[in-house]
């Protein structure tokens, strides 16, 4: 974030713990995390697998309660948050529906909702040109390959214009290249969208490229071990990824991992 004077809160976590209970075994998921997140940042989770990042979405997401500590959304509950439809959500694996084309997969959230039909129709056209893909509007799902699936279901998330966009590891099935190239893309989305992200990953690099700020969680417990700035001016840019810059946050990164990876 440039000013502290600017930093509005927009998801509060106060000491938030997750335990799953099974008959055999309990899992402690998260342990004890506190963060705030502001309005407009871009932010990554970053850990590996079992450090807790999904838990700790979907309880942003009031998709599931912590067994401990409080956390605030936008200056109310994550309940009030989510009844009041300020969240889009894409998830690791498209999820699009095969038999509605690609339009009408945007235009669904907006149906369900009573926009009427032309006006739901002119703002998927809107966020198809937004993703790049109004020329496939009328395709279905399946003829799209997997980036494109992904970013059509960013087009969907944002179709209600959400105040906070969730994402869990969008592009991880995708190869190097075309990560690379959503993540422009992306980026590019969010300088005209401007709302909070809340960006899950795996891969260092790729938070580093995104974000405003990282928070990185160790597993076993999950924790948040450390919150590293990423001072790189935007818009970001190719280059930046050789840079001297990036080079010193991925060590700088790979060094808060409590015990290493
Ligand atoms: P990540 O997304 O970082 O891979 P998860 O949040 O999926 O991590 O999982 C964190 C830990 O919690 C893991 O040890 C996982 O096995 C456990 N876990 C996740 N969901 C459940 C569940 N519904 N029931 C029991 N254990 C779970
Ligand atoms: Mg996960």
Known sequence: MEAAAHFIPEIQLDHVTM???SDAARVTALQDVSLTIAKGEFVSLLGPSGCGKTTLLRIMADLAEPTGGDLKVAGGSARE???AQKYGIVFQSPVLYDWRRVKSNITLPLELKGVPRAERNKRAMELLELVGLAKFANHY???LSGGMQQRVAIARALAMEP???LMDEPFSALDEFNRERLNEELLSIWSKVQNTVV???H??????FLSDRVFVLSPHPGRLSAVVDIPLPRPRTKEMRNSEEFFRLIARIRDSFEGGV
Do not use: C, G, K, M
């Open 19 to 21: 335990e799953y209970e």
């Open 81 to 83: 948050a989510r009844l």
């Open 141 to 143: 799902p399946w003829q």
């Open 163 to 165: 105040e906070i966009l």
């Open 199 to 201: 960006f899950v990953t």
């Open 203 to 208: 891969s260092i690099p790729e938070a580093i």
